[in-house]
């Protein structure tokens, strides 16, 4: 017995020195690879281009191979820098027979013929097509390209019938049936959204050139479409009917952008560099990165929530949280919709939309809400299936008040960059306890607004109001009244929580009397932290904030 326990007990320590060496080579190891840079895709819209340079890819490769299969001619909107060109540029390398680019991604165990097929691939997104010779310039490039390789000709007939002639003579010389890839197809109408004229002969030259799609089906293998949007003003779709519109389809919600399992499978070094970089743990950070940059729903169903793939590879890459997203690209169509339609904003978080809004092609630029969540700045929040109802809310951080600052600067008539500042101010001020300095700013933000801007109703003010608060609560603990009862707005801050109550009609008195009659700092008397009930009137004269009145109770 003797015997073997020493023998036993000598395997042990071995074990235990095998195991000691192998975690110091793990360590070893994971040093190694720390000093190794791996390329994150940002900005590569080719498929080609990141798998042979080695950019590190979120493999979406069996979405292609399920829709490659179904071979039916699909659309899909999705907002601006989500991975659509990306999408259509691995669709044409999969239909151009590229297996090697393939090698180690899920398609590889699925694809057995990798079948080659004349692609034709079409990207509106690089123009300004501010002229309608613009977008014939790009049309005219593009039917030059093709009509060289497949050798048509096409001198003397409209685009739409050398487009056509394209893709028959692409089929017959291959012997094999097209794949045809719009990528944007609805940037032009985009750019010129408010130039009536423009859109008129934009719409009347793109629908020709893509209708052409549902007459030439014998010659085509496959049809992906990509865009923003899918409106009337935009035109085309009441002649492609035969389009399978995948935008809010549950089996497609992950087609683009990112879940946490992918970023957390394919980023994992950079996540753990991301936290050490700001000091945070790796919960944290995952809780962070989701806080700002997840939330997007493309479906009711699945319950996918997903990230904004451009957000999180910038932040994985500079290691510094910031509005990468919103920064990219400033929604000035979108501001032009709500000064034309005067639409309160105060309605889009949390608004109630219908089915039919969300996918139908008969909605028109006098509705903006679904152009907004369209092009990313809200996003499904909750559906409900008896009504067939939508609720719909900003999907994050960035968004919301990357938003909220955008249309704070058109309200007031501020320079953008100053709105920050302002609300920077307005916390500092709170926080000290200093309410007298908070209103005064607060009035010279009003004071900005120009003249002609003072004759609007009583809801721009309030609109203002709104924003001013809303953006409060990136930095502290700040509500906008929801529901009768409540006070105009409540702000809490780590020494004081302030209740206040504006009045449009009516003196700071009777606002004061307000907060106390209605009983709006009760639910605070438990607390440690110095209620401040704040009274203000609106001075119609002014167009401005009037007296006010600062009360304070222990």
């Known amino acids: 017995v003797r ?4 023998k036993y007990v000598r395997v042990f320590f071995d074990l235990f020195a095998y195991l000691e060496k192998y975690l110091h080579l793990c360590k070893l190891t994971d040093k190694a690879m720390g000093n190794i840079v791996r ?4 900005g590569i819209q080719s498929f080609d281009k990141l798998r042979t340079e080695n950019y590190l890819y979120v493999d979406k490769t069996e979405f292609i191979y399920q829709m490659a299969y179904q071979g039916v001619p699909y659309f899909l909107s999705r907002p601006r820098r989500f ?14 027979g590229k297996k090697e680019l393939f090698r180690g991604l899920a398609i590889e165990k699925l694809e057995t013929e990798w079948k080659e097929h004349p692609v034709l ?23 030059r390209e093709w009509e060289k390789i497949y050798d048509t000709g096409g001198e003397g007939i409209t685009y739409s019938g050398r487009f056509m002639t394209i893709i028959r003579r692409a089929a017959e010389i291959t012997g094999r049936k097209v794949v045809v890839l719009i990528d944007e197809y609805d940037k032009p109408l985009l750019r010129n959204l408010h130039n009536e004229e423009l859109q008129n002969e934009f719409r009347e030259l793109l629908t020709a050139f893509y209708t052409v799609l549902k007459d030439a089906d014998p010659w085509l293998r496959f049809v992906f479409i990509t865009g923003v949007t899918k409106f009337a003003q935009v035109g085309i779709f009441s002649n492609l009917n035969h389009l399978n519109d995948i935008s809010l389809a549950p089996q497609y919600a992950a087609l683009c952008g990112m879940t946490l399992p992918e970023i957390e499978a394919t980023f994992q070094p950079e996540l753990y560099a991301l936290a050490e970089a700001n000091k945070l743990s790796y919960e944290d950070t995952i809780e962070k990165i989701t806080r700002r940059y997840d939330g997007y729903h493309f479906d009711f169903r699945s319950g996918i929530a997903l990230y904004n793939p451009f957000s999180v590879l910038n932040v994985l890459s500079k290691q510094v949280f910031y509005d990468y997203w919103f920064a990219s690209g400033t929604p000035t169509f979108l501001a032009e919709m709500l000064r034309k339609t005067n639409y309160d904003i105060r309605e889009l978080d949390g608004i109630e939309v219908s089915e039919v809004s969300l996918s139908d092609d008969r909605a028109n630029i006098n509705n903006p809400v679904p152009m907004i969540y369209q092009s990313g700045y809200l996003t499904i929040k909750s559906y409900d299936e008896r009504f067939r109802l939508y609720t719909l809310g900003y999907p994050n951080e960035e968004v919301k008040y990357g938003f909220l600052n955008f249309v704070a600067s058109m309200y007031a008539h501020l320079p953008e960059t100053e709105t920050p500042f302002y609300i920077g101010k307005f916390i500092q001020e709170l926080e000290s306890g200093n309410t007298e300095a908070f209103l005064t700013r607060l009035k010279a933000f009003f004071a900005d607004i120009p003249y002609e801007l003072n004759d609007r109703t009583e809801r721009h003010y309030q609109v203002v109001f709104y924003i001013v608060f809303k953006l409060l609560g990136q930095f502290t603990e700040a509500e906008v009244r929801s529901a009768q009862g409540r006070a105009d707005a409540i702000v809490k801050t780590p020494r004081y929580i302030y209740v206040f109550e504006f009045k449009l009609r009516g003196t700071a008195e009777e606002a004061i009397r307000q907060i106390d009659d209605r009983g709006y700092p009760i639910p605070y008397t438990a607390d440690e932290r110095e209620v401040v009930k704040v009274g203000v009137a609106f001075d119609a004269a002014t167009r401005n904030l009037g007296e006010w009145l600062i009360e304070k109770t222990l």
């Open 3 to 6: 015997v073997y326990r020493k």
């Open 83 to 96: 991975g659509k060109s990306l999408l259509l540029s691995t669709f044409k390398a999969y239909f151009e």
């Open 121 to 143: 691939h079409f990207s509106l997104n690089a123009e300004l097509y501010d002229s309608r010779k613009a977008l014939e310039n790009m049309l005219e490039r593009q039917l």
């Open 39 to 42: 390329k994150l895709p940002i």
